[in-house]
């Protein structure tokens, strides 16, 4: 018996090792050696953290982590001023090296600012800017010359109503009480002859169910 499982032990290193003789991969390069010339290219320290993922340093206001998957894949997320993410999942490393090279040369505004500058622009008179707030414009006549005003609209400027003027007295003034109520002149409704034909009887509660 110890000879059998002493035979089959051996067998199972003769297999380990011929597989181990055999593995081979076309990675020219180990992750370090990978970031290390990623490091060069975009001239940036990288550093490994204690879970395994990688780092690039002195890069503000930008922030990339780099996760090592399997050989030359790997995934990268990378955010902006903290607000903003982006995500590249299974990618070589010739494109994680594009892609680092490409968003740290970006000048992209971020969402918030982005955001605020839209908001700005919008706010800004579309008509000609400080031409249409033209206070020596009439705004009396339309675009075509004529009056737009009514005569029988009271004027909202009035030269009494000016702060540098003295307050006016306060007039006498009426109350509710002073105003007549007006009598209405309603009516009760009346009935048809044939609604007041309608009458709804109702029978005795009974036990049981209902019939149908």
Known sequence: MDKSRQKIKNYI???VKESIENKYTCVKKSWGEMMEDLSNTIDKPIVMDDAGNFTVCECEPYHISIRPIVHDIFDAVAHKDGCDRTKVLYIKYDDLKKFVKDYLNSDALNYVDDAHNKAVENS???????????????LSVNSDGKSIKSDDADDMNKEKDNPDEPMSDVEDFKKMVDYPEKKKNYKQPKLSPDLKKLVIKYGKKGRGRPRK
Request: glycine share 12%; net charge positive; charged share 55%.
């Open 13 to 15: 290193k003769k297999l």
């Open 124 to 138: 800004k008179d579309k008509e000609g800017g400080s031409k249409s707030n033209d206070v020596n414009k009439d």
